[in-house]
């Protein structure tokens, strides 16, 4: 993320019915909200005008309205909620740190108070889409409209569909492919579990590795973060590899480097493409070889 301005706000006093304990949820108590919100302020500058930045007063009463009208046993819960309902509902917050003070939290020992701090943010994600089976084109469609109505994310670009050989040496019908620009607030692990969702909806079956699929969505990119873990990894461990994954997103992302190999995608796709050539003139010479022999 480039580096953004910040607007500070410092213990706003709320009330709310946050606790564990049944008489926190009745009676209530105070709570002091701080909040770092991150956006571009230079037009706000630049201009001296309120519309171009984020009002901090309004922001003050939507993070009381929102203590006061919902209740969370525990902090961090209120903290992950408020965090992601700002995000969502400001229009030029990319990213906050929240910190929620719990001043008479029931410990019967002397304190100041009890704190969470929380850093969240909108996410920049590339997702690769492909199917052949059944109505491949609804299929595609059916999952970038699903993406498009869930609040926590916004679709940025889709690609054109492009119609492909299957990968990975199993006989199967052709592929349409493509891939998409997604803007989330949810974090890989949530991504890729509301991801295998859709697929499920689509009536994704895994029984055969590189098999058949009605729908197949992949996460390629998740900004320029680096994950290899038991259930994901990221970036996509074969997508230099994938012309039906370089191809569209050369026409999206032409520009965007691979956090490994450091190349841009149309470096990656260029690349690839001189292998397959070179690949395909290897054989058509031992093709030319044989037929001499």
Not at 37 to 65: F, P, Q, W
Not at 179 to 201: G, H
Not at 265 to 273: A, D, I, N
């Amino acid at each position: 993320m480039k580096k953004l301005d910040r607007i500070e706000i410092r213990d706003l006093q709320v009330f709310g019915n946050h606790g564990v304990l049944e008489e926190e949820n009745v009676l209530g108590q105070k709570f002091l909200v701080s909040a770092t919100l991150y956006t571009d302020t230079r037009k706000a500058g630049e201009e001296d005008s309120l519309v171009n930045t984020i009002h901090y007063g309004d922001i003050c009463y939507v993070i009381r309205d929102f203590m006061r009208e919902n209740t969370f046993q525990l902090i961090e819960a209120a903290a992950e909620h408020l965090a992601r309902h700002l995000l969502i509902e400001t229009e030029g917050l990319e990213a906050i740190d929240l910190e929620i003070k719990k001043p008479w939290a029931p410990i019967a020992l002397p304190l100041d108070y009890v704190s969470v701090k929380i850093s969240r943010g909108w996410h920049r994600a590339y997702i690769s889409l492909g199917s052949n089976i059944g109505d491949r084109m609804m299929y595609l469609e059916d999952a970038v409209a699903t993406l498009e109505a869930d609040r926590n994310c916004q679709v940025i670009q889709v690609t054109d569909w492009i119609e492909t050989k299957p990968y990975g040496g199993v006989e199967q019908e052709d592929f349409l492919n493509g891939c998409m620009e997604l803007r989330t607030v949810y974090s890989p692990d949530k991504l890729l579990e509301v991801l295998q969702d859709i697929e499920q909806q689509a009536g994704r079956e895994r029984k055969i590795h590189w098999g058949p699929r009605t729908l197949d969505l992949d996460i390629l990119l998740y900004d320029d973060l680096v994950i290899d873990s038991k259930r994901l990894t990221i970036p996509h461990m074969d997508m230099h590899n994938r012309e039906f994954v370089l191809a569209p997103m050369t026409q999206i992302a032409a520009w965007r480097r691979h956090p490994l190999f450091h190349k841009t995608m149309k470096e990656l796709y260029e690349e690839l493409q001189q292998k397959l050539k070179e690949k395909a003139d290897v054989s058509d010479t031992r093709e030319e070889t044989s037929e001499k022999a």
